[in-house]
């Protein structure tokens, strides 16, 4: 009798059974942080760039993007925490972990995994502002509709998305699910725990 041939693993399985649904798929993703990338390419073009990374989250959108950037970058992160572990949003805002870099005169960019609420944003904006940076834009992969409770002037946005939780990518419920290659829902038994 023929052995059985060795099963090859499915990717991430471990974390597959929790997904309800994809809602972006990892070539939608790609293909428009490429368009993305092109558009700010263009917009940017003779001047250089300092991307900042709001964590934990925007780390996969930040990797993938800035790949396809053909300008000078500079890369920074801060860490700020509106969640917890909950899925609501609080709107209190704490800077976990600020800059390293000063603003002043440069143009940056805000790389963001998700707009919700808006009130991260509105919070980062406002602070960002005041370093005086030359120019002050925000490039989102998602951006829920119609939920957002101020108004928000993002230059780049991926995708439009309803207003569910999503995990993937870079998004999170309670830490896990980041490294999903998609963005998409949980099985309600998802939010169990464990
Ligand atoms: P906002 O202040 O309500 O816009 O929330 C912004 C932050 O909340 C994002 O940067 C995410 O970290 C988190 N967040 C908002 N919606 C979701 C979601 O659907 N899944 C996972 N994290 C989310
Ligand atoms: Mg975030």
Same mark, same amino acid.
């Given at each position: 009798?023929?052995?059985?041939?060795?099963?090859?693993?499915? =990717? @991430? %399985?471990?974390?597959?059974?929790?997904?309800? &649904?994809? *809602?972006?798929?990892?070539? /939608?993703?790609?293909?428009?942080? +490429?368009?993305?990338?092109? #558009?700010?390419?263009?917009?940017?073009?003779? #001047?250089?760039?300092?991307?900042v990374? $709001?964590? !934990?989250? +925007? =780390?996969?959108?930040?990797?993938?993007?800035? #790949?396809?950037? #053909? @300008?000078?970058? /500079?890369?920074d992160f801060m860490?700020?925490?509106?969640?917890?572990?909950?899925?609501?949003?609080?709107?209190?805002?704490?800077?976990? !972990?600020d800059l390293d870099e000063?603003l002043?005169?440069?143009?940056? *960019?805000?790389?963001?995994?998700?707009?919700?609420?808006?009130?991260?944003? %509105?919070?980062?904006? !406002?602070? *960002?502002? +005041?370093?005086?940076?030359?120019?002050?834009?925000? +490039?989102?992969?998602? /951006? !829920?509709?119609?939920? /957002?409770? $101020?108004? @928000?002037?993002? &230059?780049?946005?991926?995708?439009?998305?309803? %207003?569910? =939780?999503?995990?993937?990518?870079? @998004?999170?419920?309670?830490?896990?699910?980041?490294? *999903?290659?998609?963005?998409?829902?949980?099985?309600?038994?998802?939010?169990?725990?464990?």
């Open positions: 009798m023929e052995p059985a041939p060795t099963p090859t693993l499915p =990717f @991430l %399985n471990v974390y597959e059974p929790d997904i309800e &649904r994809v *809602l972006v798929s990892a070539e /939608q993703i790609q293909a428009k942080l +490429a368009e993305m990338g092109d #558009r700010i390419t263009a917009d940017y073009e003779g #001047r250089s760039l300092l991307l990374g $709001v964590l !934990k989250g +925007a =780390f996969v959108v930040m990797a993938d993007l800035a #790949r396809h950037i #053909r @300008l000078p970058l /500079q890369f860490a700020v925490s509106s969640y917890g572990v909950a899925t609501r949003t609080s709107g209190v805002v704490r800077i976990l !972990k000063d002043d005169g440069k143009d940056v *960019l805000i790389v963001e995994d998700i707009i919700d609420s808006g009130l991260t944003l %509105n919070y980062l904006l !406002k602070n *960002l502002r +005041a370093r005086r940076p030359a120019s002050l834009e925000v +490039a989102a992969l998602l /951006q !829920k509709t119609d939920v /957002q409770k $101020v108004p @928000l002037n993002i &230059r780049y946005v991926g995708f439009e998305i309803p %207003n569910e =939780f999503v995990v993937g990518y870079g @998004l999170d419920y309670a830490e896990r699910y980041r490294n *999903l290659p998609y963005v998409g829902t949980l099985r309600p038994e998802a939010y169990g725990g464990g």
